[in-house]
């Protein structure tokens, strides 16, 4: 059986594979979330939903210790410039989670 991996930003990590390779067979039980669209069949594993999981869980941890990160290093920052000359500031965008450091001469 051809199975492929594919990625979709809200579903994650999920297999596909056509659904002519089952023979007329029933669909695995090892396969969860099951979705039938035209002759193919997109699944997930559970060892899969596990890992995308752990991926998502990795991406909140570092997308939060950059954040602290520059957020540090910017207070670091501000206090070792003269504040006559620059001032530094962290604006976080909510919908990104970007931060962007900005500056301006005073």
């Known amino acids: 059986m051809k199975l492929e991996l594919k990625f979709d930003p809200i579903r994650q ?3 596909r594979f056509n659904q002519a390779e089952l023979n007329e067979r029933d669909v695995p039980q090892v396969l969860i ?3 039938k669209r035209k002759d193919q069949i997109e699944c997930l594993t559970l060892d899969l939903a596990k890992r995308n999981q752990k ?3 990795t991406y909140c941890t570092v997308s939060t210790t950059s954040t602290n990160l520059l957020r540090s290093s910017t207070l ?3 206090v070792c ?3 006559g ?8 965008t909510t919908d990104t ?3 962007m ?3 301006r001469n005073l």
Not at 85 to 92: A, G
């Open 101 to 103: 450091l900005r500056y």
């Open 33 to 35: 979330n099951v979705i």
């Open 97 to 99: 989670n970007q931060v």
């Open 13 to 15: 990590f999920y297999l």
């Open 55 to 57: 991926v998502g869980s």
């Open 81 to 83: 410039c003269s504040v």
């Open 76 to 78: 670091t920052m501000s």
């Open 85 to 92: 000359i620059m001032k530094y500031y962290v604006q976080t």
